[in-house]
């Protein structure tokens, strides 16, 4: 008999048990919810001091607790558009504009200012604005995207005005192993490389014992939880070549929230990743010998501590 064809039986019968395997561990996976931005439209001005809530841009006082929010919105080929921010006392916007999860422009509206950028795409893309800004009830604050004639004729503001919804936190509710998807219409990371960010909810309990592993694929990653306020990060762990991953004694109980970023550097792609989820019992779960994690000294939560 050709050794070739004996060969070639014996690889298959190596094979087609692990495809079989890999697929029942993909298939049994649960699918992480949605974190897409919210979709936005052009000639609308966009108030920001009308939001409340965790993840809004509202301050409550006047601490510099800034939020981010991803917004999406259709820039058609050939159009001129002029990207406005409008800002009061005391208050700052940055907004930046991302074709693909690769920043494009950027802009920096200092405190009591109207600062603007024009943009003529050649082609039609679904850019994604990243605004950071903080604001109170009695701010001025507004955000718009309009379409307009050229960059040096006057181009006046649009007439419509809608309050600029935040976007909702998806819960986690059970423990598991978990598979996501980034793309193109997912919120960018902040910061110099090119990548994306989510951000999840999940009920902790004071006392309980939590893992959590980010893995998949073989890029920069980081995984970190922030407390019920979102605004003290409590623990981190980063890696590349190995897992993100967490391991925990939780020091207070209620809705914490979970970031996750990931970096491809310069080229743009999808990115699959995994991630694992268990609170209780997690002795026999293990974390890579090399990755790492950063616990906050914050007096606030002395009481967490490694297993």
Same mark, same amino acid.
């Given at each position: 008999?050709? !050794? !070739?064809?004996?060969?070639? =039986? ?9 495809? =079989? ?117 009695? &701010? ?26 935040? &976007? ?33 909810? =999940? ?21 970190? =939880? ?22 925990? !004694? ?58």
């Amino acid at each position: 008999m050709n !050794k !070739k064809f004996i060969f070639t =039986i014996l690889a298959s019968l190596v094979v087609i048990p692990l495809v =079989i395997i890999v697929s029942k561990i993909f298939l049994n996976a649960s699918a992480l919810p949605s974190t897409k931005s919210k979709t936005i439209n052009t000639n609308i001005i966009y108030n920001l001091n009308n939001q409340k809530g965790l993840n809004s841009f509202y301050s409550k006082d006047d601490k510099q607790r800034f939020r981010t929010q991803a917004y999406n919105i259709t820039l058609y080929g050939g159009k001129y558009y002029r990207i406005e921010g409008v800002t009061d006392h005391l208050r700052y916007m940055k907004i930046d504009i991302f074709d693909n999860s690769q920043k494009i422009e950027s802009l920096n509206c200092s405190y009591n200012a109207r600062c603007k950028i024009d943009i003529t795409p050649e082609n039609t893309f679904t850019a994604i604005i990243l605004l950071t800004a903080n604001t109170r009830t009695d &701010s001025e604050m507004t955000l718009e995207v309009r379409e307009i004639n050229n960059s040096l004729s006057y181009n006046p503001p649009s007439v419509n005005h809608s309050d600029l919804n935040q &976007s909702d936190f998806s819960f986690i509710n059970s423990d598991g192993d978990y598979k996501g998807f980034f793309n193109q219409f997912d919120m960018p990371a902040s910061g110099m490389r090119t990548g994306y960010q989510a951000t999840f909810r =999940i009920m902790l309990t004071a006392g309980e014992y939590v893992f959590m592993k980010l893995s998949e694929p073989d890029i920069y990653k980081r995984i970190s =939880i922030l407390d019920p306020e979102m605004n003290d990060e409590i623990a981190s762990s980063s890696g590349k070549d190995t897992a993100a991953c967490l391991k925990l !004694k939780i020091g207070e109980s209620g809705a914490h929230f979970v970031s996750l970023k990931m970096f491809h550097g310069d080229t743009i792609q999808a990115v699959n990743y995994s991630l694992e989820i268990h609170r209780g019992k997690i002795s026999e779960k293990k974390c890579d010998e090399n990755s790492s994690m950063l616990l906050t000294a914050d007096a606030k939560i002395k009481k967490w501590e490694k297993e």
